[in-house]
Structure formats: C-alpha cells, structure tokens
C-alpha cells in the first residue's frame, strides 16, 4: 500500500481517506491503523528524496491485507528493477524516479505474464517469498497503468483503493482464486480479474481523452 502511495499525486490526506472508505466497509479496523501507519512512513520517505537525502533503501516493503486477521504488519521483498535508473544517489529508482517515467517505475514487470496486451507487474515479490497477499501492477496495451492491492482469498471482491488520475487508472483492491506461487498462476490470476479492469481502463481513457482532447 505504501508503494501506491508513493505513486500517487493526491494529498496524503486524500489518500489515507480514500483508503481508510475501503477498509472500513470490510470493518478492518487493526488494517486501518497499519495503513496509516504506512502511510506516514510513505509521507517521510517523500520528504527524505524530496530533500537529496541519501540513504541506504531496504528492499523489504510493508504491504497491508484488506481482508487478512493478522494484525502485525509484515514486511515483504520488494520487485525491484535492476536496470531502472534513479535520479538520485542513494535513492531507488521507484522513490526517485526520473522526469517523465511511467508510475511504477522501478518495479518489474513481467513480460511474460500478459492476457490480451495487459501485463502485470510486481511490487510485492511473490517469487521470492512465498506469500497470500502484496501489491502489483497492470500494465495496459497503450502502457497505460494502474495499481493492484491482491490477495488469494474464496471470496471475491474488486473495490477501488485510491481514485483514477491522469497518470493511473486507479488502485484496485481485488481477490486471486489462484495461489501465487508460479507466474502461470499469476496469468490466470490476471485473466480472471481483466473484465472489470478492462472496463476501468476504457472508463479511464475516455475521460481523459475528453479532456486532453
């Protein structure tokens, strides 16, 4: 969630609210408070490449369940880039990203995970730990993006996690019927949520086409 965050251009405040709608509704009341908790830590880690702080980045990152009765947050490997460039020493590439690059930028994504020109992208990486939960990406065919808050749950969901903006198409909070243990199941993961993405996406072009236009 903190890694959505960072992408995001809305007020701190805008976000944690928009956050805070979703996980209340599910009545997660210990997801609430880890949220913001990373929420502020999000906000500091701005604030430290915003002022050419240098610094040591960890490649775990905290990812918070909207569903999940664990209460302690639980720190996860990040997907990092190897070939993403940061602006700043010391910084990565996904907190410093350069002009002009895509949200998500230092992330992987997985090329060969992709149904019908959409590709997911990791931030969680489920590859190197074993895990029910974490966050990615989807890639659009127009390259397009938007950010996933997933989890492998029996009960199906899609809800939004932060609103679409010009530069991303949204944050969705969605369930996997499949565990996410091996990037076939990552594809048919993708394959299964894509119908009410595609219908987010083509909601997301046409209203910025409108106004572009």
């Given at each position: 969630?903190v ?24 009545r ?10 990373g ?18 980045a960890?490649?775990?990152g905290y ?13 996860q490997?990040l997907?990092?880039d ?6 700043k ?30 590709k ?29 808050v997933?989890?492998v ?12 903006e010009?530069?991303r ?8 019927p499949?565990?996410?243990?091996s990037?076939?199941n ?13 219908e ?12 572009s236009g």
């Amino acid at each position: 969630m903190v890694t959505h965050a960072l992408a995001q251009t809305g007020s701190p405040v805008e976000q944690i609210r928009a956050a805070i709608t979703v996980m209340a509704k599910r009545r997660r009341i210990y997801d609430i408070i880890l949220y913001c908790q990373g929420r502020f830590d999000a906000i500091f880690a701005t604030r430290l490449a915003s002022q050419e702080i240098q610094s040591n980045a960890s490649t775990k990152g905290y990812t918070y369940s909207l569903m999940s009765s664990e209460f302690k947050p639980k720190g996860q490997p990040l997907a990092l880039d190897p070939g993403a460039v940061s602006a700043k020493t010391g910084l990565p590439a996904f907190i410093a990203k350069p002009e002009n690059a895509p949200v998500y930028y230092g992330f992987v994504v997985l090329d060969d995970v992709a149904v019908d020109g959409f590709k997911l992208g990791k931030i969680s990486d489920f590859e190197a730990e074993p895990t029910n939960y974490g966050d990615g990406f989807v890639i659009a065919p127009d390259d397009s993006r938007c950010g996933l808050v997933w989890e492998v749950s029996n009960e199906s969901y899609f809800q939004e996690v932060c609103a679409q903006e010009s530069s991303r198409w949204g944050v969705w909070g969605v369930s996997f019927p499949h565990p996410m243990n091996s990037r076939e199941n990552a594809r048919r993961n993708l394959e299964f949520i894509l119908p009410k993405l595609k219908e987010k996406w083509l909601q997301w072009r046409d209203c910025y086409r409108r106004e572009s236009g």
